[in-house]
Each structure stands twice: as structure tokens, then as C-alpha cells.
């Protein structure tokens, strides 16, 4: 699973204390939206409109208040980039690596687990049967 950071300084820093807080819930989503579908901070075009909650929304504003104030960078294959986004999170390659690595490992540990079941079954089959004590 991926998850979104945010510094927890994001409140404080010029770029977020000068843009509206709808601009910033817009930054947010889309920050979540390129999380889960490990898009490494690319917002597709269609995506601001998505999270439009009333028709008094103004959406293209939104955006061009990230995009002022340099949060999300447009983008030549369309939609936007948002900015430093690998420098807070982690990329799909970190990710695709990560569950690599992690896959290795559950598989050594099975590999392990299922060895000790063949020396155990081994050691039970090689003990000859005792006389009971009394």
C-alpha cells in the first residue's frame, strides 16, 4: 500500500499559507490519487473536475491557483506534475522495489518453514518406538 506524505510543516510554508484551502483539499486529493495508482505525482487532466462537490465549484481556478503558486507543474503529455513530489514520497520504482524485496523474503521464510517440517517428519519416522515407563 502507498501512502501520501505532507511535511508537517506543509501549514507554514509560503506557497500554502498564500493559496486557499479548496486549492490546497485539490492538492491533497490528487496527492492521494497519485499515491494509489502510483503515478509519481502526475495528475491526469480529467482528475480536478472528478472532485468537483457543487456546481458553484470553481475547478480550472483551483488549478490555476496550484499552478500559480507552484504546486502543481503543468506537463507537455497533459494534466500536471506535482512539484517535489519524489522528494516527500516514495516513487512506483521504490515501491515495485520494495515489494520485491519483501516478496524474497516470504519466500525464504517459507522455504525455511517447509525445511524444518521435512527435519521434523525425518526425525519422526528415524525414532524407534520406546517401551512406556511405569
Same mark, same amino acid.
Given at each position: ?41 502526475? &495528475? ?50 521504490? &515501491? ?26 525425518? &526425525? ?11
Amino acid at each position: 500500500m502507498a501512502w501520501f506524505n505532507i511535511d508537517d510543516r506543509f501549514h507554514y510554508h509560503g506557497k500554502v499559507r498564500t493559496t486557499s484551502l479548496a486549492a490546497i483539499g485539490l492538492w491533497t486529493v490528487g496527492g492521494t490519487y497519485s499515491a494509489q495508482y502510483l503515478t509519481d505525482g502526475w &495528475i491526469p487532466e480529467w482528475f480536478p473536475e472528478t472532485q468537483r462537490r457543487s456546481p458553484d465549484d470553481n475547478i480550472s481556478a483551483l488549478v490555476a491557483e496550484l499552478v500559480t503558486v507552484h504546486l502543481w507543474e503543468p506537463v507537455k503529455r497533459g494534466g500536471w506534475q506535482m512539484h517535489d513530489y519524489p522528494d516527500w514520497n516514495r516513487t512506483k520504482a521504490m &515501491i515495485a522495489e520494495e515489494k520485491e524485496r519483501q516478496a524474497q523474503r516470504k519466500a525464504a521464510a517459507r522455504a525455511r518453514t517447509q525445511k524444518q517440517l521435512e527435519d521434523a517428519r525425518k &526425525i519422526t519416522r528415524t525414532r524407534k518406538p520406546t517401551a512406556p515407563r511405569n
